[in-house]
T-cell receptor, first 112, second 107 residues
Framework: DVKVTQSSRYLVKRTGEKVFLECVQD?????MFWYRQDPGLGLRLIYF???????EKGDIPEGYSVSREKKERFSLILESASTNQTSMYLC???????????FGDGTRLSIL | KNEVEQSPQNLTAQEGEFITINCSYS?????LHWLQQHPGGGIVSLFM???GKKKHGRLIATINIQEKHSSLHITASHPRDSAVYIC?????????FGTGTSLTVIP
């Protein structure tokens, strides 16, 4: 069975900390995505990657960076966490935008 | 401006009712997706459509490319159908998402 695995389901961090969210997929997918999901706003794209060492900004990249050193792993980094980054973070992967995205279970991140 | 609009935002139904969720989009698309998200966060893909109609069990999805509109129907609804249903479109390099329809089916 195909799998997108996010490293944590729940995470609590403090303002100013550097936070790493990890995502691993076992489907050899080219494309990987990081979203955040907030009530009333739906899923918003933070960053995406179509290849190793390649990254593109999504709709809301400010305050975030990403790393894709290996095809199966896409990391989201909060450089200096702030309270407005408290949210549900979802990772997804697909081979093509003509194919369904496969989602991880999400990480509910709280910044105190 | 939202590229994908869903209606209704919230929906409560009695068990057994026929349910329709609507999705309109404003961009040229390669495919439209219906997703389901249960409490706890996990999202699963229900359908991917580029034309016509697809059926899976009690779920039916239709798309009208000319009108840029899609519907998700649930026949004989059941409390386990309670979830958030999200419409998404693949356009160019990106996916665009609706804000979701929260469905509650009451026994």
């Amino acid at each position: 069975d195909v799998k997108v695995t996010q490293s944590s389901r729940y995470l609590v961090k403090r303002t100013g900390e550097k936070v790493f969210l990890e995502c691993v997929q076992d489907m050899d997918h080219e494309n990987m995505f990081w979203y955040r999901q907030d009530p009333g706003l739906g899923l918003r794209l933070i960053y995406f990657s179509y290849d190793v060492k390649m990254k593109e900004k999504g709709d809301i990249p400010e305050g975030y960076s990403v790393s894709r050193e290996k095809k199966e792993r896409f990391s989201l980094i909060l450089e200096s966490a702030s309270t407005n980054q408290t949210s549900m973070y979802l990772c997804a992967s697909t081979n093509s935008n003509n194919q369904p995205q496969h989602f991880g279970d999400g990480t509910r991140l709280s910044i105190l | 401006k939202n590229e994908v609009e869903q209606s209704p935002q919230n929906l409560t139904a009695q068990e057994g009712e026929f349910i329709t969720i609507n999705c309109s989009y404003s961009v040229g698309i390669s495919a439209l997706h219906w997703l389901q998200q249960h409490p706890g966060g996990g999202i699963v893909s229900l359908f991917m459509l580029s034309s016509g109609k697809k059926k899976h069990g009690r779920l039916i999805a239709t798309i009208n490319i000319q009108e840029k509109h899609s519907s998700l129907h649930i026949t004989a609804s059941h409390p386990r159908d309670s979830a958030v249903y999200i419409c998404a479109v693949g356009a160019g390099n990106q996916f665009y998402f609706g804000t979701g329809t929260s469905l509650t089916v009451i026994p």
